[in-house]
């Protein structure tokens, strides 16, 4: 078991790990501890800076302390842009339920149910819910389940579960409205939505190492579109698309830029979601004080300016 440090103790973890303290100095990085964030969360960011010979290079903790912010307004602007698609994912669904046959619609809630897909779903909307909630106040009013209203149904479950339903609706029974390779790209695109939602809710940190190459290019769709871009995406160093999209969270959330291209019909909408990621990319990330501090360490500025002009080309892409 680690042993537990004081807030002095962990910047001498800091300092033996090589982290310098010039642009903020010990006393401020204490203060910093102690009020801002906390040094598990803090020391998370340093994987993204290079080890030599078992010590950080050219790392001061300003960079740690500003990269936590910077991951802090990545998961803000996300909140909403996520809340947003989840929005678009149900209002597509129910606009397409609502041409079904009547009596085909009305039994729709219990098949769904009854399947092997709606397993989970039937477990949840089962659960004892202590506080008084919407949700728990609609699922009261609308047993048995099997006789819910499918609108209902829609309105309470959970993310996953409308993963499972999108499968049921489009891919098992009405596969008119989509061909099979574009239902499979949204659930694909639901699926690193889902991934990012559950680190965001959680406030879990997502920028931690922004370099880790932690799978083979699942996301084949990415590629695709990219590639026509290449070299005015990819820097001049040794950086490029396929290492890009191997780290995991860069792949879920450029993922989730696709959906969002593919199911929010609404322009307002999607106008909004390209100001917040505008807004995080170039007021954020690029402000005059950021650049100047990771000027050495260019490998970084690089990967956000490709991970932003990847977004741009994916919005773009029609």
């Known amino acids: 078991m680690k042993e537990k440090l004081n ?22 990085a204490e203060r910093i501890l102690s009020n801002s964030t906390y040094f598990f969360k803090i020391k998370s960011y340093a994987r993204n800076f290079d080890l030599v010979q078992g010590k950080y290079s050219k790392l001061d903790f300003a960079h740690l302390y500003e990269f936590s912010k ?18 678009c994912l149900k209002t597509n669904l129910l606009k397409d ?3 079904l046959d009547k009596k085909i619609a009305q039994k729709l809630t219990g098949d769904f149910l009854k399947s092997k897909l709606g397993e989970k779903t039937k477990v949840f909307l089962k659960r004892p819910i202590k506080n008084r909630s919407v949700s728990k106040l609609l699922i009261e009013s609308n047993s048995p389940l099997e006789q819910m209203p499918f609108w209902v149904l829609v309105e309470v479950i959970q993310l996953g579960n409308l993963l499972e339903l999108y499968e049921y609706f489009y891919q098992k029974r009405f596969t008119n409205f989509y061909q099979n390779h574009e ?100 007021k954020t990330c690029a402000t005059r004080y950021r650049l100047k501090i990771f000027a050495k360490h260019r490998k970084i500025i690089s990967r956000i300016t490709m991970v932003y002009k990847s977004y741009l080309q994916i919005l773009s892409t029609h």
């Open 183 to 282: 239902i499979t790209l949204i659930r694909n695109a639901m699926f690193s939505l889902k991934c990012l939602r559950n680190s965001v809710a959680h406030n879990n940190c997502v920028l931690t190492n922004i370099f880790e190459e932690s799978r083979e290019i699942k996301q084949q769709v990415l590629l695709k579109i990219l590639s026509p871009g290449r070299y005015k995406i990819q820097p001049k160093s040794n950086d490029n698309i396929e290492k890009m999209l191997a780290n995991q969270a860069t792949s879920d959330f450029l993922m989730v830029v696709l959906l969002a291209r593919l199911v929010v019909k609404s322009d307002g909408m999607l106008n909004s979601i390209r100001h917040e990621l505008s807004i995080f990319f170039k």
């Open 70 to 87: 910077i991951d802090m307004y990545f998961r803000r602007a996300l909140f909403n842009i996520l809340m947003d698609i989840e929005h």
């Open 7 to 28: 807030i002095a103790e962990q910047i001498q973890n800091l300092k033996s790990k090589g982290l310098s303290f010039d642009i903020v100095n010990e006393k401020d």
């Open 97 to 99: 339920f609502s041409i």
